[in-house]
């Protein structure tokens, strides 16, 4: 079997994950998603605490700074550090969940559509969907 990669398209060639361990930064020098640079840098413990309800950074100094060295880490040099200013940013999935919903009709006023939201919400989420922050897009 081959290993075909996948194309990055018009997607950022730099991604950074946050996690509550530390912060990941990778590089892809072309489109075809080849690697080109990986860095990590740890966080202290609690510095990130991934949540639906509360703010999901505790120490935001420490993380921008780690953000900030793994970025300079795999930006790489000269015009390769030029490549874009985008960056496709990746967080714990407990911090966000972006899903899609099929709706035969939904309410366009949003004191009677967000319940109805809730309601198909609470058998796809791993945690309580009527204490969750929700906003929705028709």
């Known amino acids: 079997m081959e290993f075909l990669p996948t194309s990055l398209g018009t997607r950022p060639r730099l991604a950074v994950e946050v996690r509550p361990e530390g912060v990941v930064a990778a590089r892809a020098e072309d489109a075809v998603a080849l690697l080109t640079a990986v860095a990590r840098v740890d966080l202290a413990d609690g510095a990130v605490a991934p949540g639906l309800k509360v703010g999901n950074i505790a120490d935001r100094a420490g993380v921008v ?6 970025l ?3 930006a790489g040099k000269g015009s390769e550090r030029n490549v874009g200013r985008d960056v496709t940013m990746v967080v714990p999935d407990a911090a966000v969940r972006v899903l899609l919903l099929d709706f035969d009709q939904l309410s366009s006023k949003a004191a ?3 319940p109805v939201v809730r309601f198909r919400l609470k058998k796809l989420l791993p945690f309580d969907a009527d204490t969750a922050a929700v906003s929705y897009q028709v």
Request: glycine share 0%.
């Open 65 to 70: 700074a780690a953000v900030r060295k793994v």
């Open 72 to 74: 300079d880490q795999v």
């Open 112 to 114: 009677e559509a967000l």
